[in-house]
């Protein structure tokens, strides 16, 4: 049973950053692409940023591209996402799922 659990969020003012991190159980990450998805107040759930399992290629949503980065330590069995440049519209609950499962969510908030 694959249990993801993710941590990091937190207040921020604009132009700052936050790294989130997902661990992984029950699942060898590496073996596996994995992404992580954002909801804001009101709205949808919308994909952020995704890594593939084989050859680590990465997208991201057209919204934080050149601002966030997505990364993986296998050796961790940990999913990062490192966000600079932190602007109010990221603010919402940010989540990691693999293979349907889904973490609890992390909160970020970004305003001043």
């Known amino acids: 049973q694959v249990q993801l659990v993710e941590s990091g969020g937190g207040l921020v003012q604009p132009g700052g950053s936050l790294r989130l991190s997902c661990a992984v159980s029950?699942?060898?990450?590496?073996?596996?692409?994995i992404g992580w998805f954002r909801q804001a107040p009101g709205k949808g759930r919308e994909g952020v940023s995704f890594?593939?399992?084989?050859?680590?290629?990465?997208q991201y949503a057209d919204s934080v591209k050149g601002r966030f980065t997505i990364s993986r330590d296998n050796a961790k069995n940990t999913l990062y996402l490192q966000m600079n440049s932190l602007k109010p519209e990221d603010t919402a609950v940010y989540y990691c799922?693999?293979?349907?499962?889904w973490g609890q969510g992390t909160q970020v908030t970004v305003s001043s």
């Open positions: 029950g699942f060898t990450l590496e073996y596996y692409a």
């Open positions: 890594i593939s399992s084989a050859d680590g290629s990465t």
């Open positions: 799922s693999l293979g349907g499962s």
